[in-house]
Every structure is written in structure tokens, then in C-alpha cells.
């Protein structure tokens, strides 16, 4: 699609959350939370999924912080039958987003060798419900232009564009084009 240099961020939002669709986890892999030390694994997973930000260490910790308790509710994490974490996505939270609270879909990943599956759906699927169990009523997020898989996703799950000005219009055609 697009170019790295042709990337644009962009935002969507899903205005309730009734009918999240439901997808179960195919065995044998298997959906857990985080446990204490995850911070390497989820590091691991996006330093091999995300071409376009560069993940550190200090990602982690900028994002998420070091609630483990608010980790051990949000962050999920989709196993392969050895207990090894290929994917994770985190249900965050942004209490003035628009001045308004919003649960927040944050880091959706799949390692490389696993994506084209279909595994990102039971992953986004625990991870909405959670969101609707710790009494959200809203979701937002956050992706980029050449995301054109993810986008998609999101697109089944409910998430529709949100256009805030003229470069978010522009920048949703481009993406219209390759959908």
C-alpha cells in the first residue's frame, strides 16, 4: 500500500459495545493476562510485528506503566501450545478522550510467522469484552495508514473511521482505496 513515508496516523472508535463479535481461540493455542514479567515477552512480540515504530524497552513502560494489577486485568496475551506469547493486545483506558472516557484498543500484534491466520480476531475479541466487563462503554484507537489487515479487523469489529479534519479525510480515502 502506502509507503513509510507516505504513513499516516489515524484514529477509530467503536460508540458502544453491544454485539462484539465472538470468536474462540483455536486449539491448541490458549488466551491468558499478564503475569509479572510479560514486560520482555510483549517487547519481544513488537520489536517482530511493528515495521513502523521502533519498540524499546522503554516502550513498555511509557505506555503502560508498572500497575501489575491494571496490566493483569488489560493485557492480554495469545499463546502457541507451548505457553510461548505470539500476540498480544491490551485493553487500556483514556478518561478525556474526547473529554469523555474511553476504553482504548492499544498494540494489537501478531509475530510475523503467525499473522495471516485469522488469530488477531479471538485476541481482539477477549480483549473488547474485557474492556466491556471493567465498565466501558466506549472503545478508541489508534493505527496507521498501511495497516490495511488491521484496519479491515477493525472495520468487522465495529470501528468506524474517525475524521477530525482534512489530513484525517485524506488519509481515510488512501486507505479506502486499498480495503
Partial sequence: MASHTDLAHVLMVRDDLAGLPDYPVPGPCQLRWFHPGDEQAWTEIMRAADRYNEITGEVFER???S???ALSQRQC???DPDGRPIGTSTGWFN??????????IHWVAIIPERQGR???????SATCKRLRELGHTKLYLTTETPRVAAIALY???GFRPEIRDEADRRAWENVAKHL
Avoid at 485469522?118 to 481482539?124: E, M, Q
Wanted: proline share 10%; glycine share 14%; hydrophobic share 30%.
Fill in 67 to 69: 500497575d501489575e494489577e
Fill in 118 to 124: 485469522g488469530l488477531a480476531k479471538p485476541l481482539l
Fill in 95 to 104: 478518561d478525556h478522550y474526547p473529554g469523555q472516557p474511553y476504553g482504548r
Fill in 63 to 65: 505506555e503502560f506503566g
Fill in 77 to 79: 496475551y495469545l499463546c
Fill in 155 to 157: 472495520l468487522k469489529f
